[in-house]
Every structure is written in C-alpha cells, then in structure tokens.
C-alpha cells in the first residue's frame, strides 16, 4: 500500500502538456454547428515549482490523508463490488484527462462552467456568463457511469482526479436555504414541492392549509427530522446525501482533493495543473454572507437528539475529510 502511495505522488507532480487558449464573448454553439474546438495546444508546461505553492503542497497532503483516514476505517477499495452507477457523480474530460466529482452545495455550479469552457462546450471568457440552468444541463458532460467497469478502471488509473469537499453540517445548511427556505424561485419551488409538502405533513402537528399546499416553510428543525428518519429515505437526494456516498472517495484515489475553505486557490492551482489558463475560477462576490456566519442561528434550534443523528449520518465525511462537530457547534457529542 505504501509503494502504491509513492508512485501515486510521484504521478501527481509529473510535467503535463495540456492544452490552452484564448476565450471570446459568450456564445452558445447551435446544435446542428458541433462541439466548438477545446483550446488549442501551445505547449503549455506545469512546473512544480510556483506562486501557489500553498495550494499545491496542501493538494498532496489532503491526498495522502485521506487514503491514510480510508485505511484508518478499514474501507476496502474494491471497484469489483460497485456498479457503473456507483460513479454517476464523476464526470469525465477526456481533453484534460481529468475525473470530477461534482457534490451539489459544493461550488459545482462554478466547477461545470469553468469546465464547460475549458472542454470547448461553449465560447466563453467570464464562466459566471453561463447560466446555471445549461451548466447542469442533462447531457452536458459525459458521466463516468455511462463507460463499463474496465473502462472505469483505465480512466481511474490514467486521469486526474478533483474532488472538492466541505463541512457536511454547513453543506446541510446552504442545501436547506437554498432549496426549502428560499422564496420565488425556480429550483426552490421544485424541492418545496417534492419535499417541503411531504416534510410538512409529516412532522408539522396542526400545520395549516396554505403550509400544506404550499410547502414553502419548513424548518430547519423539521427538515432535520426528515432526512435522518431512516423510514424516509430522505438523505438520497444528492443535494445532502453524503459525500462519500456521490463520489466513493476510498474507491477513486482523488489526487485532487480541494476544500471549500480554499476554493479559489485550490482552483487556480487545479486549473494550472490541467493545462488550463485562460479560464479563471469565479471568486465568492463580496456581498453575499457566508453560509458559515449563519450555522449558531440555525444549530442552536435543533435538539441534542437530532445532533447525534446528524453526526451518525455524516460521520464518514467529518473522517475522511478531517472536518470535526466543534468546527461548527463549538462542542463535541460524548
């Protein structure tokens, strides 16, 4: 295992050529047009060495400790026991010969633009031109799950891998305010209508008629209740089903593992060791609060029962991930 760990590091700092060019304004590609082309080569060379060191030593770090946190909970990294389907949150570019895991509430809206360029699906400078809606477009990107098991395993063993992870309990929290909380819009009204209605009923005692109907006031305390209720089945919605169930991270050796703590570096140094530099990755705009600031108001309603269970469900990501309960409710549950 330790020898598969060097050779695995030493991969991952290998000189790529990749492919690079220059964007013009967005345009979209009429179907009947074909595919525009990805950047063109101009021999683009990745160096080790660079201004992003930072990022470039945590990368090989958070590699080393999570394949380190897998063995410490004894996950077999067998592919022979999943299926295809196992793999229908990777998606694959061949260009780049890069796999990545996109996790919803993760930057993946970001993520699939800045690829979407990058691949040569759409002509493109600012990756925020792209609508959301195209970006998860069905049919956008090829899934790793639409290739046969060997071909899985050679993509695997030959591309690079990124995943990009983030606290479960604020992953939990921006999934609830954007697709239950949120009021008059789009997305928001599928997830009220799916779920909310359905929460409501169910864990609402007395709730009223327009509340019923409606399903656009669940709580963030009913919401809890809902997908820890293992009768339910609510937790397999990938918007908060579990990172390690989207992306089987003791399966797929991740050489990329970014955080969302460091998303923008992390970025730039993924960007730069795929070849690709005439894309940047959108920063966080400077008027929107974080997710982070808001996690006392909405944990501090929830019962310590409730907290337990949310630990249980996520326990495997706050592990391998390195992400611990105190990070977010300022205590640990004995």
Not at 190 to 209: D, H, L
Not at 266 to 288: N, Y
Request: glycine share 4%.
């Amino acid at each position: 295992m330790a020898g598969c760990r060097v050779w695995r590091i030493i991969l991952s700092i290998v000189v790529i050529w990749r492919a690079t060019a220059y964007g013009a304004d967005t345009v979209l590609i009429p179907p009947n047009e074909g595919p525009k082309e990805p950047f063109e080569p101009n021999k683009y060379i990745y160096s080790w060495t660079g201004p992003n060191a930072l990022a470039r030593s945590a990368l090989v770090e958070r590699q080393e400790r999570l394949q380190y946190n897998c063995e410490l909970e004894s996950k077999d990294a067998d592919i022979g026991a999943l299926t295809p389907e196992s793999f229908r949150n990777i998606l694959v570019d061949d260009i780049h010969e890069l796999l990545y895991c996109y996790v919803p509430k993760v930057a993946c809206t970001n993520w699939k633009r800045v690829l979407m360029i990058a691949m040569g699906k759409l002509a493109a400078n600012d990756p925020l031109d792209i609508p959301a809606d195209l970006a998860h477009s069905p049919g956008t990107f090829q899934r790793l799950s639409n290739y046969t098991l060997p071909e899985i395993e050679k993509k695997l063993a030959m591309y690079d891998k990124l995943i990009v992870v983030r606290h479960p309990l604020e992953r939990l929290l921006s999934a609830y305010r954007n697709k239950l909380e949120a009021k008059h819009e789009k997305s928001a009204r599928y997830f009220q209508s799916r779920f909310g209605k359905k929460i409501i009923k169910k864990y609402r005692p007395n709730a009223t008629e327009q509340s019923l109907k409606n399903g656009d006031d669940v709580t963030f305390h009913e919401f809890v209740d809902f997908i820890t209720d293992n009768s339910e089945n609510g937790t397999r919605n990938e918007h908060w089903r579990p990172i390690y169930e989207l992306c089987q991270p003791c399966v797929v050796n991740y050489n990329l593992v970014s955080k969302y703590e460091s998303l923008v570096e992390d970025a730039t140094e993924v960007l730069e060791r795929i070849g690709v530099t005439s894309v940047s990755f959108p920063g966080r705009p400077p008027s929107s609060e974080p997710t982070s600031r808001k996690l006392e108001r909405y944990y501090s309603t929830l019962s310590y029962k409730q907290l337990r269970k949310l630990a249980d469900l996520y326990k495997l990501d706050l592990r391998l991930f390195d992400y611990s309960l105190e990070d977010v409710l300022g205590f640990s549950l004995a």
